[in-house]
């Protein structure tokens, strides 16, 4: 895609900047085979899948938003609905639940990545799924490193897979233990299942495009969807401490497919717009909070924010937060973000922000729309709890020993040299979350856990609407030119630290990598989007290179400041084009010394 006679420097091929080298590397690989960005983001979101399996895998999801030079940007929407036997009447009526587990089989949504990933090779890219897929299976059938955290996520929950998800013990454990960081593992029976949805895929015969959708059929009408069928009708152990089977069926399956869909976009100066998924998710979050620091003071001083910037976007977070539990949701009113986004309302809201910590959740009316708050959340059953199962709060990994996870996520970023551009991030699915399916190799997700358990939310747990999702990738572009890409795992942290890199960015200055690196902290004032579902309304956490000066700063105005550590916040990745020159840009977090960016 794109077109040769755009600025492009000489011997240029890409940019892919990711949360594991192994991505990247592979991403960078089809760059050189003269493959565009979308073959490159394919092969490297399948290798996310394999070596950073706890924190995404192929029975997850996948929210990408894209642009090609001249073109609007997109947005491929791969994240499953709500299976047909999903109610409410099931879940809290005849199962007794008053919130949605966080882990086992009810809270499985229908697999979208795969059907996603395969929809925007088939329709934007020039590779083969043999070409871009290789990769992957590889890396599952001979074996890759285990990073640290991988290794301490099989160890925490290391005992119930023993006791409790056998599966997951035969795959996951060695001798009983975790592998240990460094050593090697591998997948052998997911590398077939890819290799057998190749061979059937290529049996069809025809052209690429049709190889393709047969490789889709085959996935979600063919063996995998009768594999996980047959699993989740046996009832597994899960976070309620009960074992209870799956609803999720082949039917759901066969009747899913991934869309496209149009992004909301907010103007920012001159022409430049920033694009984000829909009401949907959590992703216009970040455009309220950047309409209400319009008109606050944002400084940085020597590349780190102030106490008074942190303090205004933290109290910016609270509003545009409290706003996504009682307006956002695949139920909300098309009109809301509008409303939402608008002069008026943001100036109201913006008042709001006085000098001291908000205490209080509180969402917004607009003129057509009224707060509607679960009871959990009016009646303020979760303030207090711990915002996530480690009761941490750093973002990842956040993994308690019964499997429940908050924000286990990974990103992926890619140009190419013609100006196409990719910014995804992948999640669900994980070790962690859900017993593996034996005779594939990967095990479900558990994104339904979102959902509310009561009617006439935007929010509410409805057969056939996706969950309010924290998956929120970010596409700026000026004029008709895709100009930045960039994201970053962590669940309810994403579109908070997105914030402190635009911050620093823009207002900051800050190039790329340095605005990657600088500072960043979150609030935990709104309820969590995973079980147990808890807050905590003045907490802060920040990390230490802001300054114990910042910090003191902060307490007197209310907060309850957590020193994170100095390198603990985020795991970003972005890449950038220039359209004068062709010159392109990428950065990758430092945090954890895992995420890469590479180009040439």
Not at 219 to 239: C, K, L, N, Q, T
Not at 571 to 585: I, Y
Request: proline residues 7%; hydrophobic residues 40%.
């Amino acid at each position: 895609m794109g077109s040769p006679t755009r600025p492009e420097l000489a011997g240029t091929h890409g940019m892919v900047a990711s949360t594991h080298w192994l991505a990247s590397a592979a991403g960078m690989a089809v760059l050189e085979d003269d493959g565009n960005a979308f073959d490159a983001a394919v092969a490297a979101g399948f290798v996310l899948q394999v070596v950073e399996p706890h924190l995404n895998g192929p029975g997850g999801e996948l929210p990408a938003l894209f642009a090609t030079p001249g073109g609007p940007v997109r947005a491929l929407c791969g994240q499953g609905p709500v299976p047909a036997g999903a109610t409410v009447e099931h879940f809290r009526d005849e199962l007794g639940l008053e919130l949605i587990p966080g882990s086992g089989l009810l809270p499985a949504t229908v697999p979208g990545a795969w059907d996603a990933w395969l929809l925007l090779l088939r329709d934007y890219g020039t590779k083969s799924l043999d070409e871009v897929l290789r990769f992957a299976i590889g890396y599952a059938r001979d074996g890759f490193p285990v990073v640290p955290r991988l290794s301490e996520t099989i160890a925490t929950v290391r005992e119930m897979f023993r006791v409790r998800w056998p599966s997951s013990a035969r795959l996951w454990l060695r001798d009983g233990a975790a592998p240990g960081a460094g050593t090697r593992l591998r997948n052998p029976v997911l590398a077939r299942t890819w290799q057998r949805l190749l061979r059937e895929g290529n049996a069809a015969g025809g052209d690429r495009r049709d190889r393709i959708d047969a490789a889709r059929r085959a996935w979600s009408r063919g063996f995998v969807a009768e594999a996980v069928d047959r699993f989740a009708r046996g009832p597994v152990a899960d976070s309620s401490g009960r074992s209870h089977a799956g609803v999720l069926t082949g039917q759901d399956m066969a009747d899913y497919s991934a869309t496209y869909e149009e992004p909301v976009t907010l103007r920012t100066s001159g022409d430049g717009r920033l694009a984000k998924f829909g009401a949907w998710c959590q992703g216009p979050v970040l455009l309220q909070q950047l309409r209400l620091l319009e008109r606050l003071p944002v400084e940085y001083r020597d590349g780190i924010a102030t106490a008074e910037t942190v303090h205004h976007a933290v109290e910016a977070a609270k509003l545009a937060f409290a706003d996504r539990e009682a307006h956002y949701g695949d139920s909300a009113d098309p009109g809301v973000l509008s409303e939402l986004l608008g002069a008026d309302y943001t100036a109201a809201r913006r008042e709001l922000i006085g000098e001291n910590a908000a205490e209080t959740l509180r969402p917004g009316s607009t003129a057509g729309h009224t707060p509607r708050l679960p009871e959990y959340v009016s009646e303020e059953r979760g303030a207090g709890l711990p915002p996530d199962p480690s009761g941490v709060g750093l973002g990842e990994p956040t993994v308690s020993p019964n499997g429940d996870s908050k924000g286990d996520t990974v990103h992926l970023d890619v140009v190419d040299r013609w100006g196409n551009m990719v910014s995804a991030t992948p999640s669900g699915g994980w070790l962690q979350s859900s017993p593996v399916i034996e005779e594939l190799g990967f095990c479900l997700g558990t994104r339904a856990q979102m959902c509310w358990l009561r009617e006439g939310l935007p929010n509410s747990l409805v057969p056939g609407r996706r969950p309010r999702s924290t998956l929120s990738p970010s596409l700026f572009t000026r004029g008709d030119e895709p100009v930045l890409a960039f994201g970053t795992p962590g669940g309810d942290q994403q579109d908070q630290w997105q914030l402190c890199f635009w911050l620093a960015h823009v207002h900051g200055g800050l190039d790329l990598q340095a605005a990657i690196d600088a500072p960043a902290w979150h609030t935990t004032a709104f309820p969590a989007s995973f079980y147990p579902r808890g807050w905590q309304p003045r907490r802060v956490l920040a990390e230490s290179r802001l300054g114990e000066a910042t910090f003191e700063r902060l307490r007197r105005r209310g907060h309850e400041v957590t020193d994170a550590g100095p390198w603990a916040l985020g795991r970003l990745a972005a890449v950038g084009r220039d359209p004068e020159t062709g010159m392109l840009r990428g950065a990758a977090n430092a945090r954890g010394a895992q995420g890469y960016a590479a180009g040439r």
